[in-house]
């Protein structure tokens, strides 16, 4: 069984047979340890690996072991995207880029988890900047005929501009595009960092904003492959890596 306790939502997937059992997902709450333990109850037993921002609640909890987002993102995408030679990972607290070789062995990785700039957290606060559901702020980005540029990628000065923009009168839907345009950026410059080959996959929640991976394949000039749920792409590795264990 694998588990990615990330820092909005916890995901498990259960893999036996040589195929998904069950899978998950329910939001994370002030006790993520308790979300855990009921998934890992209803679950059943076996050998346990963990991953995400929460995996050291588990460390050897019931026997479950730990490993890095890195190797988890790297093995679940290489069973869904064998030909995968790119990822990008961004979740609700960091962003990841991961350069991986024909067999699927990690070469090189870049992580942003020092502050909230272009994660999932940050799309959200920019929502609320602006008065709109993130579903709304998605919408209205994605609706927008020009961008107003955003300056600033630190949560609080960009939060401050967007104020500002606000008051000046400018369309809400072109500083929502904006926004989506400078995480856009932020991406593309941390995969520049491993190099950039072709499949490039996008998994994480943020993976299922179709504005941003959109702005993102407009900056890459390539496309992005996004797996059918990419949120479960890190839990998927950790059962794999837990199946090839016992």
Known sequence: MGLDIGSRTVKCLVWGHGRILSARKE??????????????????HGLTIATGYGR?????????????EIKAF????????????????????????????ERGAIEKF???????????????????????SLDDFIREAGSAEQAEAINSMCTVFAESEVISMISRGLPRSAIALGIHQAVARRAVSLLEQVGIREPIVFAGGVALNPCLAREIEKQLG????????????????????AAEKS
């Open 27 to 44: 939001i994370n709450t002030h006790d993520p340890l308790a979300v855990c333990a009921d998934m890992l109850a209803e679950a059943g």
């Open 56 to 68: 050291r609640l588990l460390s050897g909890y019931h026997g479950c072991e730990t490993v890095s």
């Open 74 to 101: 790297a093995r679940g995408t290489k069973a869904l995207q064998p030909s995968c030679r790119t990822v990008l990972d961004i979740g609700g607290q960091d962003t990841k880029g991961i350069a991986l070789g």
């Open 110 to 132: 870049q992580m942003n988890d020092k502050c909230a700039a272009g994660t999932g957290r940050f799309l959200e606060i920019m929502a609320t900047a602006l008065g709109l």
């Open 222 to 241: 390539k496309p992005l492959v996004i797996p059918g749920d990419p949120q479960m792409v890190g839990a998927l590795g950790c059962a794999l890596l």
